[in-house]
C-alpha cells in the first residue's frame, strides 16, 4: 500500500499516519520529522534546513527529494508506506512519479483554519518517539512526559501564531494545487478532518479498504 496523507499544517497527518502505521505495519516517511531531526543533529541538510523552518516556509524542493528518494530505497518501504508531508509542491509530485512509485490514493484531510490555530497552539511531541499530544484534546498521562516512550513532550518552534499563519498561506500557494493534480490522477479520497482521532481513522481506514 502507497498512501499520501495531504492536508494543511495541523490537520492531523501525523496523528493519523501513526496509527495506519501500527495497523498496517507499514512505515510513515515524515519529511517534516526526518527534517526536524537532522536540524537537531546539525547536518549540513538541517543547518540548511533550519532557516526555512522557522518561517514556515518550504524547504527547497532537491533537498527533500533527495531525502524521499534515500528513503523510499530501504528495505522496510518494499511493503508499502506513508507519505506524511511530502509531496508538497507539483515538482516534488512529478519528481516521485519519476522514481517509478505508484501511489495508491491521496487521502485529502479537510480542516477550517481556526481549528488548525487551535490544533497546533496546544501540540506537543515526544522528542524522542515524535508521538503527538494535545493540551487539552488528548493529553499525556503524566504532563510533559510521553505515554509510550517517558520521553519529554516539547512545543514545536513553528507552532507560534506568526509562524502558524505563514505556514498556512504557504499551504494555500504551494501545496493546495496537489488536491486538483490528484483528483485528475484519480487518486484522491477527501475526508472531513474534523472530530475525534478514533473518527478520522474509521473514515480512513474505509478509504483503504474501497480502493
Ligand atoms: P511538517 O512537520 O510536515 O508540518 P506540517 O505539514 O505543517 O504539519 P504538522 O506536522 O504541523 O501537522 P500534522 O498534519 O502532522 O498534524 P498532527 O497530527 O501533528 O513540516 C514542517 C516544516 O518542514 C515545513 O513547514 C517545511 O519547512 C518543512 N517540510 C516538511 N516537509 C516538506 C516538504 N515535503 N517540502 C518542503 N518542506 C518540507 O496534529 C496536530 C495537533 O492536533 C496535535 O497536537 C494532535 O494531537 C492534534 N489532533 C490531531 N487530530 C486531532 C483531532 N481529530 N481532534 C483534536 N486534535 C487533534
Ligand atoms: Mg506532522
Ligand atoms: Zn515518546
Redesign the pocket.
Known sequence: MHII?L???????????KKIMEQQNIPQI????I??AAVRQQTPLGVE?KG??DK??????EL?VRIVEERLREQDCQKGFIL??????VA?AEALDQTGTVIDVAVN?EVPDDEILK??S????CRSCSA???VP??PPQVAGICDKCQGELYQ?D??KEETIKN?LA??NRQTEPLIQWYAEKNKLRSIR?????D??YIQICDVLNNL
Open positions: 496523507l492536508g494543511p499544517p495541523g490537520c492531523g497527518k501525523g496523528t493519523q499516519a515524515s519529511t517534516g520529522d527534517l526536524r534546513a526555512f523552518m514556515g516556509e518550504l524547504v527547497p524542493d527533500v506524511d508531508g511530502f509531496p508538497r509542491t516534488q484531510f490544533r497546533l496546544g501540540r506537543r511531541t503527538m499530544y494535545h484534546f488528548s514545536r513553528d507552532d505556514r504557504v499551504y478532518g474534523l472530530g475525534s482521532i473518527d478520522i
